[in-house]
């Protein structure tokens, strides 16, 4: 299944065509910013796209269960996830990495 993007300025052509897994679209949200679109499938996959590199730079999230939705923190910083699933039901969330470098603490050394 796919999703089509398109500018209301110009109905022409779509600006993108962006591809799911094994369902239809059933949400997309934009960060505040517009720098990124996040795009939930009925169940397993949400896909976040890059706007600012045209949709072609994106990262996709492979979850469990029926996503009920999706949703970003008014800072850009998060992205929540919903899932409906009976078993596993659960609202998830995923903390925006800026940069190449991830800070790990250092482990403390005991005796």
């Not at 039901?89 to 800026?98: F, K, P, T, V, W």
Request: proline share 3%; charged share 25%.
């Amino acid at each position: 299944m796919s999703c089509r993007l398109w500018d209301v300025r110009n109905l022409s052509s779509s600006i993108a065509v962006l591809k799911g897994q094994i369902g239809a679209i059933r949400s997309l949200r934009f960060t505040t910013d517009g720098r990124f679109l996040a795009m939930a499938e009925p169940a397993d996959f949400v896909h976040i796209f890059d706007v600012y590199q045209d949709f072609t730079k994106s990262q996709e999230i492979d979850i469990f269960g029926e996503i009920a939705g999706i949703s970003f923190s008014p800072d850009t910083e998060a992205l929540f996830i919903g899932v409906a699933d009976r078993t596993y039901g659960s609202l998830l969330e995923y903390n925006r990495c800026r940069g190449d470098k991830v800070e790990v603490e250092a482990p403390i050394n005991i005796g």
